[in-house]
């Protein structure tokens, strides 16, 4: 009888040890997954706005006249700054 007694001391600390560490690895698991999905999430709906921006400030039907040089300098330049607020927006946004 007092055999038994001693392995349950040593059992005892030994389950509620591991018991406790797969609780915590399980806690954590389930914060990253969680904070990666809403990450996630976030970026894509910034990456929307950013797109419905830019769709309602560039003309696309000019596009091959920028790549192809042949375009109104005026616009083209207009165009740039539109395009280089978009990060400062997005910063603005976290």
């Known amino acids: 009888m007092?055999?038994?007694?001693?392995?349950?001391?040593i059992k005892f600390p030994l389950i509620s040890f591991f018991t406790y560490f797969v609780l915590v690895g399980v806690l954590l698991?389930?914060?990253?997954?969680?904070?990666?999905?809403?990450?996630?999430?976030t970026y894509e709906d910034?990456?929307?706005e950013i797109l419905n921006?830019?769709?309602?400030?560039?003309?696309?039907?000019?596009?091959?006249?920028y790549l192809s040089?042949?375009?109104?300098?005026?616009?083209?330049?207009?165009t740039v700054r539109k395009l280089n607020l978009y990060p400062r927006y997005h910063e603005a946004c976290r």
């Open 2 to 9: 007092l055999k038994k007694l001693g392995t349950l001391k």
């Open 46 to 48: 910034h990456g929307k």
């Open 29 to 41: 698991s389930a914060c990253y997954i969680r904070f990666s999905d809403n990450m996630i999430e």
């Open 69 to 78: 040089g042949n375009y109104d300098r005026a616009e083209y330049e207009a």
């Open 53 to 65: 921006l830019a769709a309602e400030d560039i003309v696309i039907d000019h596009i091959p006249d």
